[in-house]
């Protein structure tokens, strides 16, 4: 087991670990967006440690995604929402993410390596997408005492499907290009949430024509822009030299 994929793992923990309070204070709509901030700081780190020096492109990607993302968080106003759902909306929550990230999965298996990567880091983002609203219900659980969690069912889902998010993720980052599977899981996982979000824990955002559209360009330009980060050049030399040495590509 490599030394840096075991850091790496550690601070996936403790991202969650953050992750978790800050979905037990804020909503899904809120937080969860917040994440592809990690690909603004993970990116550039990599290009650092590769000999590449990022180009207007490269920032052209971050300003559309950190501009998205503030003109996103300013002009929805989401509700505070409820912690929880009725046990009638998980189940057509959890059908509808099984679904889809089976098709993806599906569809990438008989896919070039390319693709393939995209459909598992897509799939890994729904999965992931899942998984930050079952926290955020597990965060209240939490907060009625250890009791509630561990007598509850959402305790258990979380963690497998964390597990699944990681197998898929992982999955996604050896079957092609670093560029192709993460942008599509770092896209992916934000989206989801902000619909689940939205749709069944009652973080209404704002509606009307001009908010409605402001909100639509914000969160595209997100995604737009985690799409142009990823296919930053430093990406692929950096997956190049995994290759080269024989050893197994690690996520970012």
């Known amino acids: 087991m490599r030394p840096r994929w075991v850091t790496g793992l550690l601070f996936d923990i403790g991202g969650y670990a953050l992750q978790w309070v800050a979905l037990a204070l804020g909503s899904l709509v809120v937080v969860q967006p917040l994440l592809v901030v990690g690909l603004l700081f993970a990116l550039p780190m990599k290009a650092r440690l590769s000999p590449y020096r990022m180009h207007g492109w490269d920032w052209t990607g971050a300003l559309l995604t950190t501009a998205g993302l503030a003109v996103f968080l300013v002009v929805s106003q989401p509700a505070v929402g409820h912690p929880n759902v009725r046990p009638v909306v998980w189940t057509l929550l959890l059908c509808a993410a099984a679904g889809l990230a089976t098709f993806l999965v599906v569809i990438g298996r008989e896919s070039g390596p390319r ?8 799939a890994g983002g729904v999965v992931y997408g899942v998984c930050a609203a079952l926290t955020k219900t597990c965060a209240h659980l939490l907060s009625l005492g250890v009791g ?36 599509a899981l770092s896209a992916a996982d934000p989206v989801i949430s902000v619909v689940i979000g939205a749709v069944a824990f009652g973080e209404a955002v704002r509606s009307g024509m001009l908010a409605t559209t402001l909100e639509v360009v914000s969160l595209s330009a997100v995604v737009v822009g985690i799409f142009m980060i990823g296919h930053i050049e430093a990406v692929s030399a950096a997956q190049g030299r995994d290759h080269k040495s024989g050893h197994p590509q690690e996520a970012v």
């Open 115 to 122: 693709l393939k990567a995209m459909a598992y880091g897509t």
């Open 148 to 183: 509630h969690l561990l007598g509850s069912w959402q305790a258990y889902a979380v963690a497998l499907g964390g597990l699944t998010g990681m197998v898929l993720a992982q999955s996604a980052f050896q079957a092609g290009p670093l560029d192709a599977s993460l942008p």
